[in-house]
Nanobody
């Protein structure tokens, strides 16, 4: 069993910053990649940013230059530093991890419960 727990969301004014954190726990052998997705009301869930185990990152065009994704030292934590937030950045942000865990031993995608980000204009 693997759990992903997000924290750091909330309400911020446009132009402000938030830092999201996600920590993975459970019978984890390794985590191949971690990322953040978001879902706004009436829209599909979309990739925001992703980082692989060797540090390669990719970002959605709409956050490039504003958001930064990083992994913690223990590699089971991922952060999303969000700067220059816009009202259109609002939504529920979900942590995702491709985890190799007991007893399956092949990578499986796990999701956090989601955390609300609200940006006021």
């Amino acid at each position: 069993q693997v759990q992903l727990v997000e924290s750091g969301g909330g309400l911020v004014q446009a132009g402000g910053s938030l830092r999201l954190s996600c920590s993975a726990s459970g019978s984890i052998i390794s985590i191949n990649a971690m990322g953040w997705y978001r879902q706004a009301p009436g829209r599909q869930r979309e990739l925001v940013a992703r980082v692989t185990n060797d540090g390669n990152t990719n970002y959605a065009d709409f956050v490039k230059g504003r958001f930064t994704i990083s992994r913690g030292g223990a590699k089971n934590t991922v952060y999303l530093q969000m700067n220059s937030l816009k009202p259109e950045d609002a939504g529920i942000y979900y942590c995702n991890a491709a985890v190799v865990a007991k007893p399956v031993y092949t990578p499986i995608d796990y999701w956090g419960q989601g955390i609300q980000v609200t940006v006021s204009s």
